[in-house]
Nanobody
Framework: VQLQASGGGLGQPGGSLSLSCAASGNTFRIRKMGWYRQAPGQQRELVATIGDEGNTNYADSVKGRFTISGDYTGDTVNTVTLQMNSLKSEDSAVYYC?????????????WGQGTQVTVSS
């Protein structure tokens, strides 16, 4: 599975940006996709995920501001978009696309290359 991310860049406080990520390759076992982020000196943290039934999960820090959506082939999500509104400076980080891939009863994590999001006036 390969993950190709796009979007991000520079946004202003209170503004909006969006990120997209497309999965390719053997995608039919993807169970969920989403985004994590990592700011300098910080651990990588969950931003939002969306599962194969459309169920979503958000970090408390982005609830009400960020929205994740997915495009599906059958029951499998293979593209995700993160709409980021009401941006704050603390949203600045490298954002990583993520896919949870089923291997038997277990999951294997795939990661895309990070994309920088900077929120600054």
């Amino acid at each position: 599975v390969q993950l190709q991310a796009s979007g991000g860049g520079l946004g202003q406080p209170g503004g909006s940006l969006s990120l997209s990520c497309a999965a390719s390759g053997n995608t039919f076992r993807i169970r969920k996709m989403g985004w994590y982020r990592q700011a300098p000196g910080q651990q990588r943290e969950l931003v939002a995920t969306i599962g194969d039934e459309g169920n979503t999960n958000y970090a408390d820090s982005v609830k009400g501001r960020f929205t994740i959506s997915g495009d599906y082939t059958g029951d499998t999500v293979n593209t995700v978009t993160l709409q980021m509104n009401s941006l704050k400076s603390e949203d600045s980080a490298v954002y990583y696309c993520y896919a949870d891939y089923a291997v038997g009863p277990y999951g294997y994590d795939y990661w895309g290359q990070g994309t920088q999001v900077t929120v600054s006036s």
